[in-house]
């Protein structure tokens, strides 16, 4: 409740309105390139919010006489300043800190009571006409009116004890925001109670049966019922995607040693964890080269350098990388060409109903073939038939994994035969 409260008190909080204000009018006013709030208190003026050529002066209090923010506090008209370089009435220092030259100071006033100025400012002189007065005016009697109407709401919604009201006042003023902080603490009782588990996929030998690796993979046995893939979108969507993926890392990691000594483990990680110091301390004090990193996509990948830099790092301790869901977009065929993966795993996608469909071979082909001439080595994921599996051989890929080879499980169920179908 009282998270609820802070949330519902941030989005009614006053100084937010105004802001939101200032950075506005510098859309509604075109000619103005800086706007401002000061709020009037024992003689003084306070820059609360500020916003373009006036950003720098928030936090700055100055006294209202000799200024014509404080000439428009005494008379309650809206002053204007034509050239500030020839007009007497301004703080012409000040004036030329920030560079303006038109000024334009609109009061704010709660009956007779003085509240502050709405002050915007051009680099030009007569930069403002009658139209900007107008509008102006406009945003100020909503200034007003706001400060007290979000101090009001502020206090109703705060009062709220129950959670049918409260929820309702939280989505009235921002939709869709209970459910999000229903989310967030979902997520972060699982990471407080470690409530989720790694069980593991074997990756075998598609001429043997042999178990060559691992895929680590998590479960979430807590409500809502939904797959991995469901917790950790909900996780990034709350803001805690990346300590939650940090936290499935670490306790498949923690996994390796109960692997037969000469298999590897893949982990799944997204590119904006992979890159973070905890992960790389995670990777160099394990036994890294018997990592490989399973990159994963939740987000594009804006910056490959700072990525390529990770990587680099993580190689060095002996990790490898593999590319998931080949096949089954551009992103990863950027992967590929930009990052040089040791492994490719083909789409689950692609692997469904190859031995049927004569695309699917030939572009698994292709994708094995290339992988041949850089030196990757290609995994062929879903495999869940006799024919596919069969057709998958036929096109030189070596490794595989899906339900026919093996299921997730514990560790200790890598030891038995993956499966009858194996040649």
């Known amino acids: 409740m009282l998270e609820l409260q802070k949330i519902i008190h941030d989005v009614t909080d006053p100084i937010v309105v105004l802001r939101r204000v200032v950075e506005q009018a510098l859309h509604v006013v075109p000619h103005a390139d800086g706007a401002a709030v000061e709020l009037y208190r024992d003689g003084q003026l306070d820059y609360v919010c500020t916003h373009g050529t006036l950003a720098s002066q928030i936090g700055l209090r100055l006294p209202a006489a000799a200024s014509l923010s404080g000439l428009a506090i005494t008379t309650g008209r809206t002053q204007y300043c034509a050239d500030s370089e020839v007009d007497k009435r301004v703080n012409l220092p000040a004036c030329r800190t920030v560079g303006a030259r038109s000024l334009i100071c609109v009061p704010l006033r709660r009956g007779d009571e003085p509240l502050g100025i709405l002050k915007v400012t051009a680099a030009q002189p007569l930069a403002f006409d009658e139209d900007d007065f107008e509008i102006l005016s406009g945003l100020a009697e909503f200034i007003t009116v706001s400060i007290a109407a979000a101090a009001d709401i502020a206090r109703v919604a705060t009062e709220a004890r129950d959670w049918p009201a409260a929820e309702f006042v939280a989505n009235v003023l921002e939709p869709g925001i209970f459910q999000d902080l229903t989310t967030r603490k979902r ?35 807590s409500p809502p019922a939904q797959g991995p893939d469901r917790w950790f979108a909900d996780a990034y969507a709350a803001g805690l995607g990346a300590q939650l993926e940090l936290a499935a890392a670490r306790k498949a990691i923690d996994l390796l040693d109960e692997l037969p000594p000469h298999a590897y483990l893949s982990v799944n990680i997204g590119p904006e964890v992979l890159a973070t110091p905890e992960f790389m301390d995670l990777v160099k004090n394990a036994e890294a080269d018997r990592l490989v990193i399973e990159l994963t996509e939740h987000f594009a990948v804006e910056d490959y350098e700072r990525l390529r830099s990770a990587l680099c790092g993580l190689r060095r301790a002996g990790a490898r990388l593999a590319i998931d869901d080949t096949g089954a977009g551009f992103a990863s065929l950027a992967h590929i060409l930009k990052l040089s993966p040791e492994i490719i795993k083909l789409d689950r996608d692609l692997a469904r109903g190859i031995d049927a469909d004569p695309v699917r071979r030939a572009l698994a082909a292709a994708l094995v073939d290339f992988a041949h001439q850089t030196g990757a080595q290609v995994v062929a994921e879903g495999l869940e038939t006799d024919a596919e599996l069969a057709t998958v051989r036929e096109l030189g890929i070596h490794l595989g994994q899906g339900y026919l080879l093996g299921k997730p499980g514990p560790t200790s169920a890598l030891a038995k035969p993956t499966s009858q179908y194996v040649a």
């Open 187 to 221: 997520i972060k009782r699982v990471l407080i109670d470690d409530d989720f588990a790694i069980v593991v996929q074997p990756i075998v030998r598609l001429d043997s049966g042999a178990l060559v690796g691992a895929e680590a993979l998590a479960r979430f046995p």
